[in-house]
């Protein structure tokens, strides 16, 4: 009995009541919110989070959070955490995977988290360049994808660990393959962005290919289209270092490339990824999530 009660359990979007769509109305007009191949993009004032909650909670959605903390970049590892549990996915289950070099030094931070949230510390190789690190995100996701994550998460995001969450990521910016327009490029020309521009390696974009900058910083997907992502990108890696060639961007170049040609289902307005060095645009209601300053030699090389 209590069986056949579960199955008939009405969804959570049942007699939700809120506002019509308009069809002539457009919620912005400031800003473009959707991409030539109808990929939304995701900004404040275009979407209802009542919805889209009920709609991911009917699903029973789990999201993983994916950043690595290797070598000095564990500083930035509670502030990062304490800020996700203020602002991430919060009412949702939620996987934080920390990939690090110093197990032990993580396992000493006692992170009380919210209900349905969970936090797994993953060893992670070391590499003696920060370059190398970047590059290696990509292998090290990929690995986990398929030995781990895709067991345990419907979407997996990625992010850089010198960040914070000082507005809410909710589930408003998931979708099957979803990238984050970099705030440095938002309005340049496609000449302009810093694609690798050297025909030998893997990551070459000619000059009138390309639709946006993504930043490396934050993106993410389901763990299907995740493990496609870091496979694609690690494999251009792997055949750029054969011929002795380093993108210029590193693991962002790779990730750029494979955006043209595997277009993403949702793209994060750099409400997503902001640095406050940029200023504050008009058109930026909100920063989600946003650099945290570093003294660049000081934290990457010793
Ligand atoms: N990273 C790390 N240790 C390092 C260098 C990099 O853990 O020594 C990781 C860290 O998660 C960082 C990411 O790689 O956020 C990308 O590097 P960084 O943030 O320095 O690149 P930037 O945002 O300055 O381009
Ligand atoms: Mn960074």
């Known amino acids: 009995r209590r069986f056949v009660a579960f199955l008939v359990q009405k969804p959570v979007l049942f007699r939700m009541l809120y506002e019509k769509p308009r069809a002539l109305n457009p919620t912005r007009t400031d800003v473009v919110m959707m991409t030539p191949w109808l990929a939304p993009i995701v900004w404040n004032g275009t979407y209802n989070i009542d919805i889209l909650n009920a709609q991911f ?42 990939l690090t070099d110093r197990v ?18 993953l060893q992670s190789p070391t590499y003696k360049r920060w370059q190398d690190i970047c590059f290696r995100r990509m292998e090290m996701i990929r690995n986990y994808t398929r030995d781990r994550f895709i067991n345990e998460v419907d979407y997996l995001a990625v992010a850089d660990i010198d960040m914070q969450f000082s507005d809410d990521v909710g589930v408003e910016s998931l979708s099957e393959l979803f990238g984050t327009i970099h705030p440095g490029f938002y309005n340049a020309p496609r000449q302009r962005f810093t694609y690798e521009r050297r025909p030998q ?34 494999n251009g890696i792997m055949a750029d270092r054969e011929k002795n060639i380093e993108a210029l961007w590193h693991e962002e170049s790779h990730l750029n490339k494979y955006f043209i040609y595997y277009k993403p289902t949702k793209l994060l307005s750099p409400e997503y990824l902001w640095d406050n060095r940029m200023g504050i645009p008009g058109f930026l209601k909100r920063r989600r999530f946003v650099a945290v300053p570093k003294n660049h030699n000081e934290i990457r090389n010793k």
Request: some cysteine; glycine content about 10%; hydrophobic content about 35%.
């Open 201 to 234: 390696s893997r990551a070459y974009i000619p000059y009138d290919e390309g639709d946006f900058y993504y930043a490396a910083g934050y993106f993410g997907g389901t763990t299907e289209e995740i493990y496609k992502l870091t496979n694609y990108c690690h």
């Open 104 to 121: 032990e030094e993580v396992h000493q931070y006692n992170f009380t988290l919210g209900e349905g949230r969970q936090l797994f510390t």
């Open 57 to 98: 909670h009917q699903r029973g959605v789990r999201i993983g959070l994916a950043m690595f903390a290797i070598k000095k970049y564990v500083v930035f590892l509670k502030n990062f955490i304490e800020t996700a549990e203020k602002f991430f996915m919060v009412g949702h289950k939620v996987n934080y995977y920390i």
